[in-house]
């Protein structure tokens, strides 16, 4: 593939995330192949694919999303909340954090996975110096920056992830997409997904 094709700086409608957008995912955050950290020089956050069978978009595009993830962990990366019981700085009660993301969902054609997989790119404000599995993870999807690709090699690859980043992040500074970052779902690690209609966390499995 052509890393050096033209690419748009922002994705989705200037007005707002336009249907099926947004698409709420939940699950808790697992490991992954290590990849991103090892060879990609960008780490993910994964989360079982259940999630998207389970939550009904099973049949969700393979390629790269964009949206706000909420995390329970703070700002260096550990973790916080009733996971480990509450963490309380001051009068302040730690619950967590929400930060920009890009994700793919797919093969990742490029490594020949056999399994398809959830794989989140946390955009932080500064690097996380603590691993988080186990923390929980909630994702807004708010849309589609690029179908998967195949590349010729890993550089350009990582070209092209990096680009997603930026768009993203372009993407989510619009009014109409920055403001989904204060949804209070965002930090609602405990929400009641049966009540809402039956449609689950993502649990179990493994990519």
């Known amino acids: 593939m052509d890393s050096t094709r033209s690419r748009s700086p922002t994705a989705g409608p200037p007005t707002g995330p336009a249907p099926p957008f947004p698409i709420r995912l939940s699950g808790s955050i697992i490991k992954g192949f290590g990849r991103g950290s090892r060879e990609l020089g960008i780490p993910t956050a994964n989360i079982p ?99 998967e690709l195949d590349y010729e090699n890993v550089e350009a690859l990582v070209k092209d992830i990096q680009v997603d980043i930026e768009v993203s992040k372009r993407s989510l500074e619009r009014e109409a997409y920055e403001a989904f970052a204060g949804d209070a779902w965002m930090l609602d690690f405990d929400y009641d997904w049966q009540r809402a209609g039956g449609k689950a966390q993502g649990e179990g499995g493994s990519v």
């Open 49 to 147: 694919i259940a999630g998207l069978s389970v939550g009904g978009h099973d049949d969700l595009q393979s390629g790269v999303y964009f949206g706000w993830a909420g995390v329970s962990i703070d700002e260096q990366g550990r973790r916080v909340g009733a996971d480990v019981g509450a963490t309380d700085v001051g009068s302040k009660k730690q619950t967590g954090g929400v930060w920009p993301m890009v994700m793919s969902i797919g093969w990742n054609p490029f490594y020949k996975n056999t399994v398809r997989s959830v794989e989140v790119h946390i955009i932080p404000h500064q690097p996380f110096i603590h691993d988080f599995y186990g923390a929980h993870m909630n994702l807004l999807i708010l849309g589609f920056i690029r179908p």
